[in-house]
């Protein structure tokens, strides 16, 4: 099998791969939801388009091609950010093929290079290809429009490889975050430096050397992509076999007791099994340090700035830095417990033990996010009933929508290895449906509240539902604990296909 077979194969196998997986018939209906979504984000990007071409063609001192590339830092910042939903690194799905008798690159090579053209690189066309036809075509000419559309796809690309290297060593350590933090901040080094005229200029000449097919703008492009895709193609294969093998010496760790916890019985145990967890398990502890990391940031960003002060992003962010510590790891519910299902399935109700303990634990952490806002009652940005009421519909239903994802949930999370094992790529679109649901739907009802009562009324309505339903956990928690005992085959039977 020559190169371009294998190209092609390799290619086939990525399209089928999401039909192979025991939760593809499952999502079906949430399928239709994501789809809905992603037509409305298309339409989204569609206005930005317009939006942004109805600017540049009233500008007199920059040429279409050199107004887009002149917000080129902003686009990369935000592909970087949003490739963390989707986009997969080649180690996770090269591992089925390492005892093939082809050459040791070969395979990290073909998902280097799919990766290139993948869906997720083409979704910027719905916004350089409208704004090329409104602002170049007819002042520029065609060319000159394809010339600017391929190269910012070349960009995008470069980018695309740019977030696989990093993506592949931040699960490594969390430290490996300070490269990209530097590298996209360097982008902005001439704003800093200067001025933002001085950033737009600089940026503008390269995408005028695109539209005007400039060899050195070109050139330059393509050996980035090249440099890029050799080094990616050195760490890809390198990770692949030192996670394939996961020859690592075990080491002796103290046993922490938290006895403090024994008082509540066979809760307090699966509370000790959940911290426990989160400290030895390192998918766990960096998916717990990452939210908690994420909530203290923004959390410091909405108390200490002004830049989310704003009408709609002061009730955004109000009910996005309570839901991403706990919630965001309550929406994987039961995907850890996976690796041992066998063993809590041995008594009755040992689910239902877990659920709640996972609930109390998740529940004490919004004191985080609540403690570190407490300073914006001080300057007087929210109120202390507004933090109170987000709190409790942040523990009510909120997490009463994560904790759904226990019955439907059934593809286990590696414990320790990541980016070869296959519990690691995402396939719940229920998941991600209530992800959504829970960061977009709680801003809806908030605004329709306070077009019709004071903010006042508005936040007392929000605190009684959240209470109403944390008073009602017991009966909410018995239903979905009845759900899975009823699916509990199936669900075992995925959980232990997927370890």
Known sequence: ???????????QHIKISKKRSLAYELNKTAKVLIYLMSGFFIIYMLFIAIAISLVANSSST?????????????MLVADFLFRFMGQQTPAQLVKPYLLLPIPKYACVENFILSSMVSENNFLWMFITVPYAIMCLVFSSGLMAAIGFVIGFQLIIIINSQ????WRTLIVRSIFWWVAPV?????????????NFDSMFSLYGAIGSGMASWSILTYGGTLALIALFFFINRRIQYHYTIVDTANDKDAKLKTVSEFSQLDRFGQV?????LEIKSIMRNKNMRNSFLYSTIFTIFLSAMISYTDVYDDSFSSKFFIVYVFIINGGMLLVKVMGAEGNYIDCLMTHRENILQLLHAKYYFY???????????LPTVFMEKYSLLM???MMAFAAGPIFCTFMQMAVWNKQTIPLNSKLVSKGNVETNWFAFAAEMAAMFLPVVFISLLSLFFSDTITYTVMLIIGLAFIMTRNLW???IYKRFMARRYENTESFRATR
Do not use: D, V
Not at 1 to 11: A, E
Not at 62 to 74: Q, V
Not at 162 to 165: A, D, G, I, P
């Open 1 to 11: 099998m020559n190169r371009l077979q294998l190209f092609k194969t390799l290619r």
């Open 62 to 74: 920059e040429t279409p091609a050199e107004f887009l590339f002149g917000l080129l830092p902003f």
């Open 162 to 165: 740019n977030y696989m290297l």
């Open 182 to 194: 530097i590298i996209y901040s360097l982008l902005f080094l001439p704003w800093i430096i200067k």
């Open 268 to 272: 307090g145990e699966y509370i000790k």
């Open 363 to 373: 529940t004490a952490l919004l004191l985080l996010p609540f403690i570190i806002m």
């Open 387 to 389: 933090l109170f009421s």
């Open 477 to 479: 928690m018995r239903n």
